[in-house]
């Protein structure tokens, strides 16, 4: 593997270990209040959150294009205001691999929260303790399974992110050039060998992320 | 003790829990079919549901007074609950469960330590275990003694041996008895068994529909039916 190969399975390895990182803290808290709590437009923000997944990559990156760019809404905001750029960079790839892998997050982690009998929460309750006691120590621990494999299932998606992240940040060598990317770019080129060496290291990432998965979700459903 | 439940306007799905009462004995028994909402009134009193309209007050303390917005926090109720399903939190061992509400014993004569009350229930060679490794009696007594740790001011058990047959009910009731005799807490005990309320209760207030249709003590209304 040549230093340029390494330095973009580095780049891809970390990169979406960040954005899996700094999607968590959100993703528990909205997936908990999906699974607990009705409010006025929680289907609207069901609705919303499930886009990515079903929305071609492309158009999602087009949006968040829009979005962050000098002239969109988030973008002007941040360049005027903090003379802070956010398109073309690898904080662009960041947000594009967080933006299309927090679906998969919240929909596992709301599965594991429904699960969790609710009556255990409230004796918890009635033992003294507040609500940031109740989801440390009885809620979290009980989905925790289901929420590894949902934090995996992001990961991985993250790995692979191809379609948004083109879009928001471009495939610009050393800086934002992704594992899919590169892999892209490669066969185009007519770089088989270097695509093949990029596709080995993508799906070695990918087969040990989803076996995990797959390992503590088996581990859940099997009787205790 | 003291409890008044006025004003009770608690809507369910097929009729509304509707209650007007004042308690005063120790150990009252909410006595009635399945169904009559009973787990509803001992959830509102814990505070784990609103009614429409309720004043609840134990003693000097008023735990709801919809009227004037008062509604203190489950975790502040100092409420033990024993519920059906007894509800041990299943990843921790049963230590864990039991010091999960344990509280400075309140009590000088230490009626509430951790000690006293696992030599009470005869738990003491349980506490290392993990819960799904218990008999059903063996959970009922930690789900009793949790309940007991977290020093509470009022005990409210819902139906707590209607899960175990005749031979471990009768292994339960004498427990039952010592909580009642040695730590004098008042108690709400739910059941739709007319012997274990004869067997552990002063006063049974008759519950069908949501609503009190007869109070009295348990030989009045069900002869000497004790267990």
């Keep these: ?224 | 003790m003291k409890m008044l439940l006025k004003n009770i306007v608690l809507p369910l799905a097929d009729f509304t829990v509707e209650a007007d009462v004042e308690i005063e004995s120790q150990v009252t028994a909410v006595f009635g079919p399945s169904g009559a909402g009973k787990t509803s009134l001992l959830d509102l009193v814990a505070g784990l549901r609103r009614a429409r309209s309720a004043f609840i007050q134990l003693d000097e303390r008023v735990l709801t007074d919809t009227a004037r917005g008062v509604e203190t926090p489950t975790r502040r109720r100092e409420i033990g609950y024993v519920p059906q399903d007894l509800a041990l939190f299943p990843h921790l061992s049963v230590r864990g469960n039991l010091l999960y509400g344990c509280k400075k014993d309140p009590n000088p004569s230490g009626l509430f330590s951790f000690e006293h009350v696992i030599q009470t229930l005869e738990i003491g060679s349980l506490v290392e275990r993990g819960v799904a490794n218990l008999s059903g009696g063996e959970k009922q007594r930690a789900s009793l003694a949790r309940a007991l740790l977290s020093s509470p001011r009022l005990l409210l058990l819902d139906e707590p041996l209607s899960s175990l047959d005749s031979k471990l009910k009768q292994q339960i009731i004498p427990y039952l008895k010592k909580i009642r005799d040695e730590f004098r807490l008042p108690i709400l005990y739910v059941t739709h068994d007319a012997g274990e309320a004869s067997a552990l209760c002063d006063e049974v207030l008759v519950m069908e529909r949501g609503r009190f249709v007869r109070r009295g003590k348990p030989a009045e209304l069900f002869g000497s039916s004790e267990l």
């Design chain 1, 1 to 224: 593997m040549t230093s340029e190969e390494a330095q973009i399975v580095w780049f891809t390895a970390w990169v979406s270990a960040l954005s899996t990182v700094v999607i968590v803290p959100p993703g528990l808290g909205v997936a908990w209040l999906l699974a607990r709590h009705r409010w006025p437009g929680k289907t609207l923000v069901e609705t919303l959150i499930s886009l990515p997944l079903v929305m071609p990559p492309v158009a999602t990156g087009l949006i968040l294009l829009k979005l962050l760019g000098r002239h969109g809404a988030i973008g002007s905001f941040l360049h005027n205001t903090l003379d802070f750029d956010l398109v073309f960079t690898w904080r662009a790839v960041l947000v594009s691999l967080g933006v299309m892998s927090f679906p998969l997050l919240v929909r596992s982690a709301r599965v594991a929260f429904e699960e969790v009998n609710p009556r255990l929460e409230q004796i918890a309750r009635t033992l003294g303790a507040g609500n940031s006691r109740v989801f440390c120590t009885i809620t979290l621990p009980l989905a925790l399974r289901g929420v590894i494999g949902g934090t995996v299932l992001a990961f991985a998606r993250a790995l692979g992110e191809f379609g948004a992240t083109i879009m928001v940040a471009g495939n610009i060598p050393g800086k934002t050039s992704t594992l899919s990317l590169a892999i892209f770019q490669s066969v185009q080129l007519g770089q088989d060998a270097h695509a093949f060496r990029l596709l080995a290291v993508s799906v070695a990432l990918a087969f040990a992320a989803v076996w995990c998965s797959e390992c503590l979700l088996r581990h859940k459903r099997a009787p205790a």
